[in-house]
């Protein structure tokens, strides 16, 4: 039998969402629902004097109207930061309350204050209108280079700030500096990204009156650790008296991590007033609510000898976690970002620096990449920067200063298992015709157009997960993940994860690798998830961990039902279990080269008694059925690298940019499967291209969100963008049986410095923010007219 | 969302017996429906005049084209007659918005609404177009008044815009990246004894430049406004765009849209 794994199979959800029969959150409705709507702070910052709900409760088909007092009266628990993060000086993060229901201040746009249920969702609207709430509305911190010089938004957080994390060695590095010929400096603003999930977040709470049970539908990652959190932080219900469910889910890209406060509220709410509930967020709840992502003021130093060897890197950055510290919100500026800051180099000395901040805005969390885009960024602006200050072909100084050893112990935290950087970037010079670029250039400033190259080279850590590693670095969780494999007794097999996949086509990867394990066709496999009274539990979808951790909690699943298999199929074939081999689905005594197919043995599994000839198969000291679990936990993370070339033409009249060519060569390791591997790539690129030239989160200085619709904030679309060409090259993870790493973000990860470095490149140097909008463009291309003009 | 009267007449007559100073007519919807479903206006009546079909069609004669007001944009970027009348016409309602935006929108709808960044009130200031309304005719530079704001009374109803076919005719947009609505959009359109250079999106208004209309009439070529300077002074600056940006986006646009022609 051919192995699946390696082949581009059809994507068996594509039938059901291209059908449009896909069921999500917002498609469940339960008799007797009632209608939530929340009342929503208009101000970025305000206290609250007072919240009169006496005319609401009046209005018509109202049912009931909590505030921020009932929540914390019944003692409901606030939102979370997952991870502690340390100051250099040793003291803990500070992170302030965040309840579910602002009680007492307000701190962003859209923050929940109270919440109407209504028979019909108009009248829920209606009621929320007339919830009067009286504000004090005081003066707004929001620009995150400001913050710390700006009064303290909580209670106890000096200066705004939640922690001064240090990693690296500054010594070291001031040491390498002193060597250098040259000092490459860079001043970076990495936008607020808005995440967009096609499908806005929702909820619908059941709450059992008999059983004491709340069923909770949602549009989560991670129903399972959903689940926990709500259970164990929200004291919403004991753990054993909540079922999450995360159905079909529409995109999350890391905004659907958190549990947010409508769910907790929900869920409260349900057993309060014994009806079920249904919230589903409007799209300006969700550009409002959503936790945004990146939002990095950096200033960072790359110290070159004249030859272009890296010496020392430095890097100064203020993160903005925006009102609140959320799940992955304090991780995701610090260890996510500060190692991969280094990038793909061998650099001996570096540090990295982050002041994490709160603001009258949105929380910022993970995004995809989460961290990782933001170093690439740091970093490949100051190789590009190097090169052309150096006079040197971009990508010879990073060939110069690859690691060519592996593993490869990068400066400050990962030790590198696997990688080929050598490989990848030669590739991706060859399929972008690199060396004809120049030509292009004449030909496009003949045309009247700037064009531009720019590279870059990334590696990432990912598939999130070791649990000692994340641990000792502050994560609250273990993050394994958990598989478990039901043989029926009828052959067909049930495959639960912990995994949740909303976009990433697990029904057929892990259908894939499943299919190749046991030796039978995927058709026979069903890959169940999302929903924690399925299978065992799981740890959730997010940080490019689904194949990498669960994937493999899958494999050794199989792994533990093909050894029990082969116990059994011995007994059948009255032989020693040293002479059974399991090969495409079948044991086979090699001796005597009779079978039993696994189908067959699974049967006999369930038939563990005695009739006639029949006997029972099942060995002494083993249990009848055929069902197996496994939890993974894997020793490192995984590192996928590439390089990225792009070419753009601006029009130097309206600066409008356009992209023309771009190439990709990722390693992933081994592929499971190519074509949803590439679309996972085209994905990542066309978000990072958003973030290069796109997408221009803006708050004005009241904290207002200017950008809170699709009128003003621009995502990227089809025809922003050439065809991509993709290349791989492959070295295997040596941390999971597979080999495989995670690919999910990487495009993400490695577009936005591709893009911006062409920008620069075709604005001869020239320094340019993103998003690079043709105005911005326009001005620096009239700058470079006038500068142009006084050289000659 | 507040709740309202929907009506569907099936004639301009009934459609005015029912329209009042809390009325709005329901051509595409386009604007209408998500400011009511954003709180950002509400109306007890809401009489939606798609089905009255003497509204909807596109007639051409030997001058011009003339447009019933609830045609669509796709159907107005797709009529062959238009196209072959004025190619510029078909053109700007071919690039409005997103295909959505073009099967659902109306031309009606478009200039009744007189959003300072919509395509087709350049247009008719270009091509010198006579709105009907069920009242009367009302000339294109008497029409759009504002911002949001034309010479229609309330509960008049535009029948059909009226459009005269040109020598030549170019539109040139600089869309917003967002929207798709237009930064700045120039049409140029010159007719026998005189040019009309109409620009929209750069002020709260569609306005004709008086200027380079003058200079083009005189001399039609890209090197009679070849470094005509637009003043950005009372220009529109926001988020998208600078009024320095945009007064550039004028003269450039204003030179493209004459090698369009
Ligand atoms: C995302 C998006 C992008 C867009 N991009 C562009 C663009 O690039 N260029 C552009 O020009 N436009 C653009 N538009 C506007 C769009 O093309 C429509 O023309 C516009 O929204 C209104 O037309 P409608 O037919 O939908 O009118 P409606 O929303 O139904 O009505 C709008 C207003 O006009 C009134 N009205 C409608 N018909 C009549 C009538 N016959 N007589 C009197 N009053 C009437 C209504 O009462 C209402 O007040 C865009 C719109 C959207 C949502």
């Keep these: 039998m051919a192995s699946l794994v390696g082949s581009r199979v059809e994507r068996k959800e594509d039938t059901r969402f291209l059908q449009g029969k896909g069921r999500y959150t917002a498609d469940i409705n339960i008799a007797n629902q009632t209608y939530a709507v929340f009342v929503r702070s208009p101000h970025a910052r305000a206290k609250i004097k007072s919240v009169d709900t006496s005319k609401a409760l009046k209005s018509s088909g109202v049912v009931a109207v909590l505030t921020g007092k009932e929540i914390a009266e019944d003692k409901i628990g606030g939102l979370i930061a997952g991870w502690a993060i340390r100051s250099e000086d040793g003291s803990e993060m500070k992170v302030p309350a965040n309840p579910p229901l602002a009680k007492d201040v307000a701190n962003f746009v859209g923050e929940p204050i109270a919440v109407v249920f209504a028979e019909t969702l108009d009248e829920a609207k209606e009621g929320a209108e007339k919830v009067k709430v009286d504000y004090k509305v005081l003066k707004a911190v929001v620009d995150p280079a400001d913050a710390m010089k700006s009064d303290a938004i909580h209670d106890g957080v000096d200066k705004n700030l939640c922690y001064d994390w240090l990693l690296g060695d500054r010594k070291a590095v001031d040491e390498a500096f002193a060597k250098a010929d040259k000092i490459i400096k860079v001043d970076l603003i990495n936008n607020r990204l808005v995440p967009n999930a096609m499908e806005p977040r929702a909820c619908v709470v059941d709450y059992n009156t008999a059983s004491e049970e709340i069923t909770l539908y949602t549009t989560s990652q991670n129903p399972h650790l959903s689940r926990l959190v709500m259970s164990a932080f929200g004291g919403v219900a004991p753990e054993n008296k909540l079922r999450v469910v995360a159905p079909d889910v529409g995109g999350g890209f890391g905004s659907k991590i958190n549990v947010y406060n409508e769910e907790i509220v929900c869920s409260w709410a349900s057993k309060k007033i014994e009806r079920p509930i249904k919230w589903v967020a409007e799209r300006t709840e969700s550009f409002l609510t959503d936790t945004h992502g990146r939002d990095h003021v950096t200033h960072a130093e790359l110290a070159v000898t004249k030859d272009g060897k890296f010496l020392g890197f430095k890097n100064e950055t203020i993160a903005n976690l925006g009102a609140y510290a959320r799940v992955f919100g304090t991780v995701t500026p610090t260890y996510l970002f500060g190692p991969c800051a280094t990038g793909v180099y061998v650099i001996p000395a570096a540090y990295s620096n982050v002041k994490a901040v709160y603001t009258n805005t949105a929380p910022v969390d993970a995004y995809r990449g989460a961290g990782r885009p933001e170093a690439t960024y740091t970093i490949e602006r100051l190789v590009e920067k190097a090169a052309m200050e150096l006079g040197m072909d971009k990508t010879e100084i990073r060939m110069k200063n690859f690691p060519t050893q592996f593993p490869f112990k990068q400066t400050l935290v990962h030790t590198v298992d696997s990688g080929d950087y050598v490989a990848g970037l030669e590739k991706a010079k060859q399929m972008a015709d690199y060396a004809g670029f120049e030509a292009r250039r004449k030909q496009s400033e003949a045309n009247g157009k700037l064009r531009g190259i720019g590279v870059s080279s990334y590696f990432e850590a990912c598939g999130i997960a070791p649990s000692a590693a994340v641990m000792s670095l502050g994560c609250g969780v273990g993050l394994w993940e958990s598989a478990e494999v039901r043989f029926n007794p009828t052959g067909q097999i049930s495959v639960f994860t912990g995994a949740h996949s909303h976009g990433q086509s697990h029904d057929t990867t892990f259908a894939q690798i499943a299919a190749d394990e046991l030796g039978v066709p995927m058709e026979n496999i069903d890959v169940v998830h999302g929903d924690t009274d399925k299978g065992t539990f799981g740890m959730g979808t997010y940080g490019s961990r689904s194949l990498t951790v669960g994937g493999i909690a899958i494999v050794n699943a199989c792994k533990k039902i093909v050894e029990k298999g082969k116990r059994v199929a011995a007994k059948m074939l009255e032989v020693n279990l040293d002479e059974i081999e399991f090969k495409n689905g079948e044991f086979v005594a090699i001796k005597s080269n009779k079978k039993k197919t696994i189908g067959e043995v699974a049967f006999a599994c369930y038939l563990p008694g005695q009739r006639d000839e029949m006997k029972s198969p099942i060995p002494e000291g083993d249990e009848p059925g055929l069902i197996e679990s496994s939890f993974f936990d894997p020793t490192n993370f995984s590192f996928p690298a590439g390089s990225h070339i792009c070419e753009v033409e601006i029009d130097p009249d309206t600066g409008n940019v356009k992209v023309e060519k771009y190439t990709a060569v990722d390693d992933f390791g081994r592929i499971v499967n190519p074509m949803i591997v590439e679309g996972q790539v085209h994905g990542g690129i066309a978000q990072g291209i958003g973030q290069a030239l796109h997408e221009n989160t803006q708050y004005d200085e009241t904290g207002q969100l200017m950008t809170a619709s699709y009128m003003d904030y621009t995502m990227p679309r089809a025809d922003n963008f050439p065809e991509f060409n993709l290349g791989f090259t492959c070295t295997h993870a040596t941390s999971n049986p597979l080999g495989v790493k995670g690919c999910g973000e990487a495009g993400a990860i490695a577009s936005p410095p591709t893009v911006m470095n062409a920008v620069i490149d075709a604005l001869g140097g020239q320094e340019i923010s993103m998003p690079a909008t043709a105005e911005k463009v326009w001005k620096a291309c009239k700058t470079m007219k006038k500068s142009n003009a006084k050289a000659a | ?261």
């Design chain 2, 1 to 261: 969302m507040k709740s309202f009267n929907y009506h569907a007449p099936k004639d301009v007559k009934d459609a005015s017996k029912l329209a009042s100073s809390n009325s709005a007519f329901l051509a595409g919807g386009m604007t209408t429906i998500p400011s009511v479903k954003l709180g950002l206006a509400s109306y007890k009546d809401i009489i939606d005049i798609k089905n009255i079909k003497k509204l909807s069609g596109i007639k051409v004669s030997g001058k011009s084209v003339t447009i019933g007001a609830t045609t669509k944009h796709a159907e107005v970027a797709a009529s062959k007659d238009v196209k072959k009348a004025i190619p510029a016409l078909a053109k700007l309602a071919g690039n409005i918005g997103d295909a959505q935006v073009r099967n659902r929108g109306t031309i009606g709808g478009s200039i009744s609404n007189n959003d300072p960044s919509a395509c087709y009130p350049s247009a008719c200031m270009a091509l010198n177009a006579v709105i009907h309304t069920n009242k009367r005719k009302i000339d294109a530079e008497k029409f759009f008044v504002g911002m949001f704001e034309t010479a229609l009374k309330s509960g008049e109803l535009v029948e059909a815009v009226e459009f005269q076919i040109p020598e030549k005719a170019d539109y040139q947009k600089h869309p917003n990246p967002a929207s798709r609505y237009a930064i700045i959009g120039v049409f140029v359109a010159k007719h026998k004894k005189d040019v009309n250079v109409a620009v929209t999106g750069a002020k709260s208004c569609v306005y004709i430049d008086k200027d380079l209309s003058k200079k083009l009439s005189s001399n039609f070529s890209v090197s009679a406004i070849e470094g005509t300077e637009v003043k950005s002074s009372g220009m529109n600056s926001d988020m998208h765009a600078s009024a320095e940006y945009r007064a550039n986006l004028v003269s450039l646009y204003a030179k493209k849209a004459v090698e369009g022609c």
